[in-house]
């Protein structure tokens, strides 16, 4: 009988361990999708990063993306709410910086920022997490549908 609740309480401690880690997995990329009705999901992107012991060798995400001329899109960054980590999302290509959620002069973040496309390429996306905490982020790329 002893072996059996050892074994039930170790199930257990299993499946709240596993339960309070969760919120990293699909669940939140499809927290940070929906309830936008005039939006096209494109693609995201995931990131997952400890803590950075140096802000300069920060951990970083860094992706491609092949954006169209004339189309409006909209980059959301959504966390994990049981990491400290704050998703910082910056849009560049080979001619320069065009956006992202983190206003540099004022230190204040965004949950999106969009971006209207004037030249059909490739560009960058380079996510990290603010004063290099740990977390888990994602960023969902949509295309606004006017």
Same mark, same amino acid.
């Given at each position: ?7 039930? !309480?170790? $199930? ?27 939006? &096209?999901?494109?693609?995201? +992107? ?9 802000v &300069?060798?920060?951990?970083?995400? &860094? *992706?491609?993306?092949?954006?169209m ?19 910082i999302?910056? $849009?560049?290509?080979?001619? %320069? ?10 230190? !204040?973040?965004?949950? !999106? +920022?969009?971006?209207?496309?004037t030249?059909? %390429? ?6 990290? *997490?603010?004063?290099? !905490? ?8 949509s $295309?606004?549908?006017?």
């Amino acid at each position: 009988m002893k072996k059996i609740l050892s074994i039930i !309480a170790i $199930l257990c401690f299993v499946s709240i361990s596993y339960n309070s880690k969760a919120q990293c997995d699909n669940t939140l990329i499809s927290e940070c999708a929906t309830g936008k009705e005039s939006l &096209k999901y494109i693609k995201h +992107f995931k990131i997952r990063f400890s803590e950075s012991s140096n802000v &300069k060798t920060r951990s970083e995400g &860094k *992706f491609t993306v092949m954006l169209m001329k004339g189309n409006h899109y909209r980059f959301f960054a959504c966390n994990d709410v049981t990491k400290p980590g704050k998703t910082i999302i910056e $849009l560049s290509s080979d001619f %320069g910086e065009f956006g992202g959620n983190l206003n540099k002069d004022t230190g !204040a973040e965004y949950r !999106a +920022f969009d971006f209207v496309c004037t030249k059909t %390429g490739p560009y960058y996306l380079n996510m990290f *997490f603010k004063d290099g !905490a740990e977390g888990c982020g994602v960023c969902i790329i949509s $295309l606004v549908m006017e």
